[in-house]
């Protein structure tokens, strides 16, 4: 990075629980220090905490409650709230060039209404890899076109689908019914994924969802599995055993290895890996942010896989200034044929 610090780090500011902003400040501190070492952001960790803790200030002075049901009403459209996109833009800086983690809709089309640049950062939906992956996405055709330059080739992906089903064929060909059917994922219940129209959707809209493809293909096996972080409300999971649902605890990794599953899921990640194990995947929800699978032609705005070194100053300087392209990195497996084959001795 040259010495002029160029970008100015932002964040969804009006995220929150019932008011709790927990995730939100754990959020701005992990990726505050995991890029410090690029010396990308001209904005300091003291600045980016004060600006969280004036967003429930803001929010009432708004007439809003502080509460994740407010924060939906904002994600998607600002223009009725003046006070909250002047904060917002007053947390952007002088700098023209803005790094986002999980910005909202309506924050990014603000940041384009302004004549600057933004590029947004965002867990990427393939989880298989042997380490998680970032994403970004721009409304800048430069620094898409370089965001094109570092993404890995779908030969990589396919490599790693086949050490997936490779573990799976060894340890779990038989555990589950040769008829498969239908396996439900379910997602955390307030989340950016689950905002339309200003309010977040409930599981009285998944159920529905669910009886009209349990409907369409009357399968022998109807599966739920639990989110990894959030189990299933207890309700809606009474409301799945009226439909024969059988909970199952098994690798999702493994269940996508399975010839003739059905995946359902209201707007889940797996959703997007399943297409890479070439299952069936049902979404209930479109994603509002669209993640260019692997491997094919993206547009400007689509989300794109970041490689692994992204923390790296020379990768930075490249995506905010250009010149030559800089070595992308993508993990490995260590031990590929222990991990494939699963096997142990000693």
Not at 148 to 176: C, H, N, W
Request: hydrophobic share 35%; glycine share 6%; net charge negative.
């Amino acid at each position: 990075m040259s010495d002029s610090l160029q970008a100015t780090l932002v964040f969804d500011w009006f995220r929150n629980l019932d008011g709790d902003r927990g995730i939100l400040r754990r959020n701005i501190n992990w990726v505050f220090h995991y890029f410090s070492g690029s010396r990308t952001f001209s904005n300091e960790l003291t600045e980016l905490t004060s600006l969280l803790d004036g967003a429930s200030e803001i929010m009432h002075a708004s007439g809003l409650a502080d509460t994740h049901h407010s924060w939906a009403r904002v994600y998607e459209d600002l223009d009725d709230w003046p006070r909250l996109k002047q904060f917002f833009l007053d947390g952007c800086g002088k700098n023209d060039v803005l790094v986002g983690f999980e910005l909202s809709p309506a924050q990014r089309s603000l940041i384009s209404s302004v004549g600057k640049t933004y590029l947004d950062i965002r867990t990427h939906p393939v989880r298989f890899l042997p380490d998680y992956m970032l994403a970004a996405n721009t409304n800048s055709t430069e620094i898409h076109d370089r965001l094109v330059k570092l993404t890995p080739e779908r030969s990589y992906i396919d490599q790693y689908v086949g050490f997936v089903k490779a573990r799976a064929a060894r340890r779990y060909t038989k555990r589950m019914n040769t008829d498969h059917g239908i396996v439900f994922f379910s997602q955390i219940a307030v989340d950016s994924s689950r905002i339309r129209g200003g309010e977040i959707i409930d599981d009285f809209f998944v159920i529905s969802e669910l009886v009209k493809i349990l409907d369409k293909y009357k399968p022998k096996n109807f599966y739920v599995k639990h989110h990894p972080h959030e189990k299933i409300k207890q309700n809606t999971m009474e409301m799945l055993r009226e439909l024969n649902a059988k909970e199952i605890n098994t690798n999702t990794y493994d269940l996508l290895s399975c010839d003739g599953l059905l995946c359902a899921a209201l707007s889940s990640s797996v959703c997007h890996e399943a297409q890479y194990f070439k299952t069936r995947p049902h979404i209930f929800l479109e994603p509002i942010e669209n993640f260019s699978p692997i491997g094919t032609t993206s547009k400007v705005g689509d989300y794109m896989m970041l490689p692994s070194n992204i923390y790296s100053a020379d990768l930075w300087r490249f995506l905010l200034e250009g010149g030559e392209t800089p070595r992308s990195e993508f993990p490995r497996f260590e031990t590929p044929y222990r991990s494939a084959s699963g096997l142990s001795w000693g």
